[in-house]
Structure formats: structure tokens, C-alpha cells
């Protein structure tokens, strides 16, 4: 699954590709996962000029300039690509087509992938928003009974980390991830806010530097603990794992627990 800084980079190459672009058909093969109907989505798109791509959590946000927005949520195996005048590719949930013939298609095989027309704010806070304090995270914890792995993850709380960047924040920070929330010392918690951002933001460098074109798939080969090719941490111990709620969880024993 694309995950915070896969998205990011994504975002910000749509954009690049797609912004100030006028969109005259929407075509909906999959309708299953859509909030509202494809004629009502049709009707409300058609003919605006797509302002702006971003990321919002783990959603792609296409703003339009009447103030309409398209969310596109890719779910564990959704893909997208960029098309000339006709798309072909296979399991296609969604596509664009704008005024030059370029267009978009989301796929996915499973039929999991998501689009949303005007999705509602959500309370639960980005991940690198300024608001991702260590105060925030310290009310947070005093407020959950379950480990710091399942904090992280919960969209509920904290919008845009998955399972693969909650192991490399913790190990950034020298939290076990079988930690209660509850125990955490202050001090940790500081470095827990600041791993969340420094692991991010040095991810997305790492993926446009390898990728800088790349509106799909996941890019991982550069991740120090959460890597099935990686048998120790840069610092020399060895990378241990277990399936926790049918995910599984990368760590070393330099993390400390906190139980």
C-alpha cells in the first residue's frame, strides 16, 4: 500500500502533469465504492479546471475551481497512470479525461480503491501537520489503553502513517512498538514527535531522488528496519519480526519497551 511519502510524491507530480487542465468526461466502471452516483459526478465536474493535487492523510484531493473536490483513496493494491486519448488498462475504477486528450485512470484488481466526491473533513490530525506536537502526542497516549504501533496507525488520531513507516518512525525513535501508550516518558515522546516528521520528510527526498516521476506503486528498498532484504539496523542489530494483528511488525532490540 502507498503510503504517506509515496503519496506526497505522487501529489505532487499529478499536479504538475494535471493542474490548470479543464476535465470533460468522468467515466465510472466500478461504482461500488462511490459516494454518490456517476451521473451526479459526472454533472458536478465536468467542465471545471482542476486547480490543485495534494495529499489529505492517505487520500489524493483533486480540487476543482468551483470549490469541488474528488478524493481518490488506492487502498492496498489500487494503481494510477496517465493516459493519451484512450485508456486501456485493465480493472479501471475511475477515469479522467481533460482537454488536451491526457487523462487518469485508477485501477485496481480487488475493486478496493476508493473515490469520493466532496468527502467530509475529518477531525484526526495529519501526520506532518504543524499541529503533530509532542504535546499533542502526549494527550493522545494518556488517552489509549493499546500499544504505540496501533496509535500510530490509527486513522482516528493520526492521518497518513502505515504500517511499514509507524516501524521506522519507532525504531527512529527507540520506542518499542509493544509499548503502552500509556507508559511512555516524556523525553521519548519528544523523540517520537520529531521521528514522525524526520522519517517522513527524509523518505519523500529518498523517493523522488530514486523515482521523481512516479505516480504509483511504493518505494521501499531504502528503509532501514521495515526491509525483508535488511538483516540488521545501521547501528548493527539484528532486524527482528512479527505478525501482529496480521500485519507484520519490524524492530531491534535497541528499542526500548515500555510496559
Known amino acids: ?26 467515466i465510472v466502471h466500478n461504482s461500488k465504492k462511490l459516494n454518490v452516483s456517476a451521473a451526479v459526478l459526472q454533472k458536478t465536474l465536468k467542465g471545471q479546471k482542476l486547480k490543485k493535487v495534494h495529499r489529505v492523510g492517505k487520500e489524493l484531493h483533486f480540487d476543482f475551481d468551483s470549490g469541488d473536490v474528488l478524493a481518490l483513496h488506492l487502498m492496498l493494491r489500487g494503481q494510477l497512470h496517465l493516459f ?46 504543524p499541529k503533530m506536537t509532542a504535546a499533542f502526542l502526549k494527550e493522545q497516549l494518556s488517552k489509549t489503553k493499546g500499544n504505540i504501533k496501533n496509535l500510530l496507525l490509527d486513522q482516528h488520531i493520526i492521518r497518513g502513517i502505515g504500517n511499514a513507516y509507524a516501524d521506522e518512525i519507532l525504531w527512529d525513535a527507540g520506542i518499542s ?24 520528510h527524509k523518505a519523500e527526498k529518498e523517493i523522488l531522488k530514486t523515482h521523481p516521476d512516479i505516480i504509483s506503486g511504493e518505494v521501499r528498498d531504502f528503509m532501514d ?35
Open 1 to 26: 500500500m502507498p503510503e504517506l511519502p509515496d503519496l506526497q510524491v505522487f501529489s505532487r507530480n499529478l499536479e504538475k502533469t494535471l493542474a490548470g487542465k479543464t476535465l470533460q468526461k468522468v
Open 84 to 129: 493519451e486519448k484512450k485508456n486501456t488498462h485493465k480493472h479501471t475504477v475511475i477515469e479522467l479525461l481533460f482537454d488536451d486528450d491526457t487523462g487518469l485512470a485508477m485501477t485496481d484488481g480487488f475493486g478496493q480503491a476508493t473515490p469520493t466526491l466532496n468527502p467530509e473533513e475529518r477531525e484526526a490530525i495529519d501526520a506532518l501537520s
Open 177 to 200: 512498538p509493544f509499548s503502552s501508550s500509556q507508559k511512555i516518558p516524556e523525553a521519548k515522546i519528544k523523540a517520537l514527535a520529531k521521528s514522525i516528521k524526520d522519517v517522513l
Open 225 to 259: 528496519i521495515h526491509n525483508p532484504k535488511k538483516t540488521h539496523s545501521p547501528s548493527g542489530a539484528t532486524i527482528q519480526h512479527k505478525a501482529v494483528g496480521g500485519r507484520k511488525t519490524y524492530y531491534t532490540e535497541e528499542q526500548e519497551l515500555f510496559d
